[in-house]
């Protein structure tokens, strides 16, 4: 069920950190902005989509730290591209990640009660596997400004919290 969003997310990994890829094929820092913006607005719309359909405490606690963590994040990262005068880069990366979360989204509004927490809860775990991966793999080491660099470290710091949190809830839906 939580296939084509992940799918999509490691897909472009693939493409981005392919071993025959030429220099120009890495990412710029306008286009890793706007991949970590994407993929920070995907989860804020998923846990605002989960405070309005759970009724489960340790789902409704995590989605709210969700939406603020990635709030937040976002927010550092608006004022860094501010800062440095630069236009995040819309991509094909950023498109795919944003069309498979719609239709992640559209099978999660399907579903309520125990049903929507695992599914929920599962693909929160899915996604922060596949961006903290494609941030230590891609992102973090494309990434030529030294604050874009830090923030995204800092990120992924924060994110690999956000799987360990997700795989916790995961457990105690069990």
């Given at each position: 069920?939580?296939?084509?969003?992940?799918?999509?997310?490691?897909?472009?990994?693939?493409?981005?950190?392919?071993?025959?890829?030429q220099a120009?094929?890495?990412?710029?820092?306008?286009?890793?902005?706007?991949?970590?913006?994407t993929a920070?607005?995907?989860?804020?719309?998923?846990?605002?989509?989960?405070?309005?359909?759970?009724?489960?405490?340790?789902?409704?606690?995590?989605?709210?730290?969700?939406?603020?963590?990635?709030?937040?994040?976002?927010?550092?990262?608006?004022?860094?591209?501010?800062?440095?005068?630069?236009?995040?880069?819309?991509?094909?990366?950023?498109?795919?990640?944003?069309?498979?979360?719609?239709?992640?989204?559209?099978?999660?509004?399907?579903?309520?009660?125990?049903?929507?927490?695992?599914?929920?809860?599962?693909?929160?775990?899915?996604?922060?596997?596949?961006?903290?991966?494609?941030?230590?793999?891609?992102?973090?080491?494309?990434?030529?400004?030294?604050?874009?660099?830090?923030?995204?470290?800092?990120?992924?710091?924060?994110?690999?919290?956000?799987?360990?949190?997700?795989?916790?809830?995961?457990?105690?839906?069990?």
């Open positions: 069920m939580r296939m084509p969003l992940v799918s999509m997310l490691g897909i472009a990994c693939l493409l981005f950190a392919a071993p025959a890829a120009q094929d890495k990412p710029t820092d306008p286009q890793i902005a706007h991949v970590a913006y920070g607005v995907i989860d804020i719309e998923a846990a605002k989509l989960a405070l309005t359909k759970s009724n489960t405490k340790a789902v409704v606690d995590f989605a709210t730290s969700m939406q603020n963590d990635h709030q937040a994040v976002n927010e550092q990262a608006l004022a860094l591209v501010k800062k440095l005068n630069v236009t995040p880069e819309d991509n094909a990366t950023s498109q795919a990640l944003t069309a498979a979360a719609q239709a992640e989204r559209a099978k999660l509004e399907k579903l309520d009660g125990a049903a929507f927490d695992k599914a929920y809860v599962d693909n929160e775990i899915a996604f922060h596997k596949q961006v903290n991966a494609a941030l230590e793999t891609v992102l973090i080491p494309s990434a030529e400004n030294g604050e874009l660099k830090s923030l995204l470290e800092t990120g992924l710091k924060l994110f690999q919290g956000h799987q360990q949190h997700a795989e916790h809830v995961a457990a105690d839906l069990k």
